[in-house]
């Protein structure tokens, strides 16, 4: 490999993009302007701004040089530049107060769109062609009269697909280039979108709060078996007067009533179920359903719209949160003394104690005689039962330090050479109320016919859990 080749593959990379990055003044440009210029400022020409209004009922496709500069524009379409149409969340508004008296007390520094024609003067964008997308991300376009576009059909290559084609990288250039200019970086190519350049086209838009009454779902009495965005299962079964009107439910639903057998699966829109928002609206492929609300999957599932960014996070948090019902409805056992299985070893005891063991290291029960009572060593779960046979621990226990408390004592060490705690084996059980029982185990032999095992006598002291 050269040394050459590394730059090249890396700016193989950087012009790799799928998506039009638009020109959009710099913060330098910027600072040498005054208020009053960036407020009379329009953004530079060449590509369509997209942007809501606040009851979110339809979408605004406007020409960029009819859009003033203002602080939320820049950042969205940054966003844009660096994320591209999928990667950014992020939605435009139309200020309200500029749609009315084109003026915004924010100025240049309002997070919404300050566009100078009227919302309300808005034209239906079928009548013109102009496409749509899913995210509502801006496209490159070319002005052209209002009339040439409605006669020549210069859009029609569009109205036939409900996806609006790549077009080339735009190249580096100057900012205030396209701001000087009028022309489109992009408008000798032949997918470029023509565009009104005095009128702002609208949208249909479905969202998650979208009502019946807004837009018409399909006629009852057609069932619609649809799958998860990109599988070919169905796994939801809706009657037809829940979906909106689409395109693509609109042609399964004219194939159901013709009784002809439908040759795709309809899946939910990935977008509308994922998101909750759709901007093709009625011009989408995909099925819409009214009011949706995503139910509950198994953890194999497979619908990510956006594999890379939202569907690996998903699934994860999904199986998380199942694991985590899981682990708080299994229900938490206290085996007793009485109930003890002799053979129970000693490692499981002593590891469920662990302070590295992932739950808590308290059980319900110990929480619960944490409180600090009156009674001192009479509580039961601050005992420990210790056979008699240990000589340190028959002896007197010696006097409380001032910063030992009534229910605690010290043990003088014991010397390991002379203790006969080591010479024997020991079982350790678990009482009710969180008691521990040290209890020696006797050799290996059976006591002779009709004579019992001798008693062994234990020793109580206190000690606190910690």
């Not at 998860?228 to 689409?246: E, G, K, R, W």
């Not at 010290?410 to 029982?437: A, E, F, W």
Request: hydrophobic share 30%; charged share 15%; aromatic share 6%.
């Amino acid at each position: 490999m050269s040394v050459h080749s590394a730059p090249n593959s890396r700016l193989k990379k950087v012009r790799s993009k799928k998506w039009d990055t638009v020109p959009i003044p710099t913060i330098d440009d910027l600072e040498a302007m005054t208020e009053a210029d960036i407020r009379s400022t329009p953004l530079p020409s060449g590509f369509c701004v997209r942007f809501l209004c606040h009851d979110m009922n339809h979408l605004f496709t406007v020409a960029s040089n009819q859009v003033r500069i203002t602080r939320g524009a820049l950042d969205y379409l940054h966003d844009y530049n660096q994320l591209g149409p999928n990667k950014s969340r992020s939605k435009l508004f139309i200020c309200s107060q500029y749609n009315k008296t084109k003026t915004c007390i924010n100025g240049s520094l309002c997070r919404e769109v300050h566009c100078v024609l009227n919302v309300e003067d808005a034209q239906d964008a079928l009548q013109h062609q102009v496409p749509s997308n899913a995210t509502g991300a801006p496209n490159t376009v070319t002005l052209a009269p209002s009339e040439d576009i409605i006669a020549k059909r210069l859009n029609e290559p569009f109205a036939v697909s409900t996806t609006v084609p790549a077009f080339s990288t735009v190249g580096d250039s100057n900012p205030l280039d396209s701001i000087l200019g009028s022309g489109c970086a992009a408008a000798e190519g032949p997918a470029c979108i023509y565009m009104p350049e005095k009128l702002i086209l609208r949208h249909s838009l479905h969202t998650r709060w979208t009502s019946a009454s807004t837009y018409p779902t399909l006629p009852s009495g057609v069932e619609f078996r649809v799958a998860l965005p990109n599988t070919p299962n169905p796994v939801d079964v809706y009657d037809s007067s829940a979906l909106f009107v689409t395109r693509g439910a609109q042609e399964y639903f004219m194939l159901c009533m013709r009784n002809e057998q439908p040759t795709v699966t309809m899946q939910h829109c990935a977008h509308y179920s994922k998101n909750g928002i759709c901007c093709f609206g009625e011009d989408c492929q995909f099925v819409h359903v009214v009011h949706y609300k995503p139910r509950d999957r198994a953890e194999n599932s497979i619908s990510d719209p956006d594999a890379g960014s939202m569907g690996s996070s998903i699934t994860t948090s999904e199986s998380s949160r199942r694991r985590s019902v899981r682990h708080v409805s299994a229900p938490t056992r206290q085996t007793p003394l009485e109930t003890h299985v002799p053979g129970k070893k000693l490692e499981s005891l002593i590891s469920s104690r662990s302070p590295s063991s992932n739950h808590d290291a308290y059980t319900p029960h110990q929480k619960a005689i944490q409180v600090q009572n009156n009674s001192g060593l009479s509580t039961p779960g601050n005992h420990v039962f210790v056979p008699s046979s240990s000589t340190a621990a028959s002896r007197a226990p010696p006097a409380l330090p001032p910063h030992f408390a009534q229910d605690q004592i010290m043990i003088p060490t014991m010397q390991p050479q002379t203790s006969p705690l080591m010479s024997q084996s020991y079982m350790v059980m678990q009482g009710i109320n969180g008691q521990c029982y040290i209890v020696p185990q006797p050799p290996h032999s059976m006591p002779p016919a009709g004579q019992s095992a001798p008693n062994q006598p234990v020793y109580v002291m206190p000690m606190t859990f910690h």
